[in-house]
């Protein structure tokens, strides 16, 4: 794997990667030479929001993040497209260039080594005298958090992954892969300590942490860009989840809970969900607990959708495209949405007629999904459309969902935090009727099934039907993937034939 010897070299990968003039909140300088890039608190400034451009890129290069978090085995079809239909049928050794990029982890490596290096030689910059220690401490705060996230990303996509933590300048050595549970522990002692530094928000005078402006800038600036102290918790939660550590992920998602209004979240209606100018739309109105924002009025939102799932899921007569790459058949609605009331998608008990938030022309032969679409500045004009919603990987509604995952699986069903209280605020919030088990089954099935409808489109799809198999293993095709390691995707020929120190992931080294 090469790398450029600055990290300016480095953030042109996320042009080739594939995001079209997208660049993030704060504007980057001119990036000097390896020699001096580490003198002011400007240069750290660029670094920093460097290591957020290149993961954000990883994520939207191609819109992998749903390819590999929404479609295998999930909710969606396609409508001509033979590479989605490939993913969405669990067929990865099929030869198409969505595929071999999809395969490809070095754009992970990309962040990991802009992290290391940031790790390494921001402390120089101290000699600059605005740049304080407290400054400095948050920034590497930050970037110990997305060196986590990166490699928890490659965990889940990949199982066993090569792990370093030093940076290179030039060609990696050859390195073979470590144990996921080494990386995960890793991954969680980082976030451990980076979540005692991190402020809840930034630029704001009455934070406890971190008071006063952030980079000369306040609350406007920041919010929903960095990465917060309840972001950090709400990581570490999934960390632990895709271990099965559960009683952990209770402490992780408990304190997300209790602490969400330091950081100004709030429970969203459905019309925060599924307007054009709601949660997905630039940094949310502030409810994006952890993801990567593109904001309209700062170039970052581009025609060719890279980056936004309603690019593929929008058509007429929202946009002039005549049909959407991918749609939910009516069935599949059907049986997720089973509640009369519930707002997303429900049928009105006064007319008999549905109630489509999350769906426009729901009685065509192919409904559109319609659940996210953020055009342009807010608005869901078709005639030339620009694309811009937000890639969300969690909000305060799924790591609720996740306490009560938790919570069902350790028996605490009960009480004023217990899994069916936690899983009734989403319900309620929703229009659907509370819990009972005799309409909705088990506990823990009513949570992944309420899981499936909220988050319909946000990535999640493939990574939850992991888990709830784990613990059920009530699917054997799910069951079987798990047992033989086909949960996890093959590894591009590229990166096998670049480190002789690799091997494919066993599952794939026959024809599947």
Not at 210 to 235: H, V
Not at 402 to 428: C, H, N, P, Q, Y
Request: net charge negative; with cysteine; hydrophobic share 40%.
């Amino acid at each position: 794997m090469r790398f450029s010897k600055t990290l300016l070299c480095a953030l042109l990968l996320l042009f080739v990667l594939g995001a079209c003039n997208k660049k993030l909140d704060v504007d980057t300088n001119a990036m000097a030479n390896e020699n001096t890039q580490w003198k002011t608190m400007d240069d750290t400034r660029s670094n920093l929001i460097g290591v957020y451009a290149l993961f954000r890129a990883a994520l939207a290069n191609n819109n992998d993040y749903w390819l590999w978090g929404e479609l295998r085995h999930g909710d969606f079809v396609s409508t001509t497209r033979a590479d989605l239909k490939a993913v969405i049928d669990g067929d990865l050794n099929a030869s198409y260039k969505t595929l071999d990029d999809m395969k490809d982890w070095r754009r992970f490596y990309a962040v990991i080594n802009a992290a290391n290096l940031f790790i390494e030689r921001s402390g120089e910059a101290l000699v600059d005298p605005r740049y304080t220690t407290l400054n400095h401490d948050v920034d590497v705060a930050q970037v110990r958090s997305l060196r986590a996230w990166a490699y928890f990303m490659m965990v889940r996509i990949w199982g066993d992954v090569p792990f370093i933590t030093n940076s290179y300048d030039g060609s990696f050595p050859a390195i073979g892969k470590s144990s996921q549970g080494k990386v995960l522990s890793f991954c969680e002692q980082e976030l451990l300590a980076a979540a005692q530094v991190l402020p809840f928000q930034y630029g704001v005078l009455d934070d406890p942490i971190l008071p006063g402006l952030y980079y000369t800038y306040g609350l406007s600036r920041f919010e929903n860009t960095l990465i917060s102290r309840t972001a950090a918790y709400a990581l570490l939660a999934h960390v632990a989840a895709w271990q099965g550590h559960y009683a952990d992920v209770d402490v992780y998602a408990k304190f997300v809970i209790d602490n969400y209004s330091n950081s100004h979240l709030y429970y969203l209606t459905t019309s925060d969900l599924t307007d054009p100018d709601g949660v997905f739309y630039a940094r949310g109105n502030y409810n994006q607990l952890l993801g990567f924002n593109f904001v309209y009025g700062h170039g970052e939102t581009g025609t060719s959708g890279v980056g936004h799932i309603e690019s593929w899921t929008l058509a007429a007569p929202l946009i002039t495209k005549p049909k959407p790459d991918m749609y939910v058949p009516v069935d599949v609605i059907n049986a997720a949405f089973t509640d009369r009331g519930d707002q997303r998608f429900g049928i009105d008990t006064v007319n008999g007629l549905p109630r489509t938030a999350y769906f426009t022309n729901y009685n065509a032969e192919i409904p559109i999904f319609s659940k996210i679409k953020v055009l342009g500045d807010g608005g869901t004009d078709g005639e030339f459309a620009i694309y811009s919603s937000a890639i969300i990987f969690s909000r305060l509604e799924e790591i609720t969902l996740l306490k009560a995952e938790a919570d069902a699986v350790l028996g605490k069903s009960i009480g004023v935090d217990g899994a069916i209280t936690l899983l009734d605020i989403i319900r309620t919030k929703r229009g659907e009727s509370p819990y009972e088990a005799t309409v909705d089954g088990p506990l823990i099935d009513a949570i992944f099934a309420e899981r499936r409808r909220e988050l319909m489109g946000e990535g999640w799809r493939w990574y939850d039907q992991i888990r709830y198999n784990k613990i059920t293993r009530k699917d054997p095709e799910m069951t079987k993937l798990i047992d033989e390691g086909g949960i996890y995707w093959p590894i591009a020929a590229s990166v096998l034939s670049a480190n002789e120190k690799l091997t494919q992931n066993a599952y794939w080294n026959v024809v599947k």
